[in-house]
């Protein structure tokens, strides 16, 4: 069964910085594309930044400059570093892997359970 596992939110100061990981259990045939995507109270979830296969990257608005998207293929992982954070970016951060388990399957997504970002002083 396919797990994902996010680790490295917490508590920081405007102004400050917090790596993200992600990391799956199990294993999966292809994995076409891994973002980051975040949840504010009362707000629906919103997609922050996205990586897929060769290395592309594409930011939501509200981040660009200050956040990072990065993936180790090796290890199927994924961070996400996140600098210049305010206070608008408290959310609980998830992270998605887009694949397939088996070479027959088709594509699904995969979803993490959530780490905790708050941003305040």
């Known amino acids: 069964q396919v797990q994902l596992v996010e680790s490295g939110g917490g508590l920081v100061q405007p102004g400050g910085s917090l790596r993200l990981s992600c990391a799956v259990s199990?294993?999966?045939?292809?994995?076409?594309?891994m973002s980051w995507y975040r949840q504010a109270p009362g707000k629906e979830r919103e997609l922050v930044a996205v990586i897929i296969n060769g290395g592309t990257t594409e930011y939501a608005h509200f981040v660009k400059g200050r956040f990072t998207i990065s993936r180790d293929n090796t290890k199927n992982t994924v961070d996400l570093q996140m600098n210049s954070l305010q206070p608008e970016d408290t959310a609980v951060y998830f992270c998605?892997?887009?694949?397939?388990?088996?070479?027959?399957?088709?594509?699904?997504?995969?979803w993490g359970q959530g780490t905790q970002v708050t941003v305040s002083s």
């Open positions: 199990g294993s999966l045939y292809r994995i076409n594309a």
């Open positions: 998605n892997y887009r694949g397939q388990e088996h070479w027959y399957s088709l594509k699904y997504d995969y």
